[in-house]
């Protein structure tokens, strides 16, 4: 009991260096014990939403799982690596006939141009060898022609009138198979004389009155025209009757 007396001074001093202590209130304590009896009773529960759909995400987290479950780097079994094998060598076999019709294409339409060349360059150059081969003929009887001319001059007016008798008749029959030759190629001489005037084939190129001839007719042929397979190749010059 005096050591219970002789402490209370001490301990009374050890207090004072402290600071009074605080004390809880009743209502505090309540307060303390009866808050977590409330939270625990009533908890506050908090829901998120996603405006995403979830199954990308399962989608992606079973192909995870089927990826992770197959081992990386495992051998092909041998059934595999020869359908693998068989299929390349299907796939090479195609790619070579391909290229192989590819330049076979290449090739006959390169032999295509040369040879639409070659049949263009000859059409320029032998289009007319049919016609060349006809008017050699017409050469031939020009020479004929010039070769009934005589060397020497006549002695006499009936000899000399005889030699150009011949030779006009010579003329004549050149010109008769010169004529032929053109039109055997669709090329006629016409002469509109005594027709009526046509601006689409005749060239005026003189008009003057004439009482006893119809009017707009021609009267005259200045130069023959010619007609290439019915096609107006050169007007014929002609002189027309005006009575107006």
Request: no cysteine.
């Amino acid at each position: 009991m005096l050591r219970q007396f002789a402490s209370a001074p001490a301990k009374a001093a050890r207090l004072a260096v402290r600071g009074p202590r605080a004390t809880p209130t009743f209502s505090a304590a309540r307060q303390a014990v009866a808050a977590p009896a409330f939270t625990s009773a009533a908890p506050t529960r908090q829901r998120w939403y996603s405006s995403e759909s979830d199954a990308p995400k399962a989608d992606a987290a079973g192909e995870a799982a089927k990826a992770g479950d197959a081992p990386a780097g495992e051998p092909l079994s041998a059934a595999d690596a020869a359908a693998l094998r068989k299929d390349l060598e299907a796939k090479t076999k195609e790619v070579i006939d391909w290229k192989d019709k590819y330049v076979r294409s290449v090739a006959d339409f390169r032999n295509l141009q040369d040879r639409s060349a070659r049949d263009m360059k000859n059409a320029r150059d032998f289009a007319i060898t049919s016609f060349a081969k006809d008017l050699v003929d017409t050469v031939d009887n020009f020479d004929r022609a010039l070769g009934m001319a005589p060397e020497k001059a006549a002695e006499s007016v009936e000899a000399a009138a005889k030699d150009l008798t011949s030779m006009v008749d010579g003329l004549r029959m050149v010109e008769t198979v010169l004529l032929s030759t053109l039109k055997k190629h669709g090329l006629e001489r016409f002469d509109p004389d005594g027709e009526k005037f046509n601006p689409n084939e005749h060239e005026a190129t003189f008009m003057t009155p004439m009482p006893d001839k119809e009017h707009n007719t021609v009267f005259h042929t200045q130069q023959k025209g010619f007609k290439l397979n019915g096609r107006v190749l050169r007007a014929a010059k002609v002189g027309v009757v005006t009575n107006k």
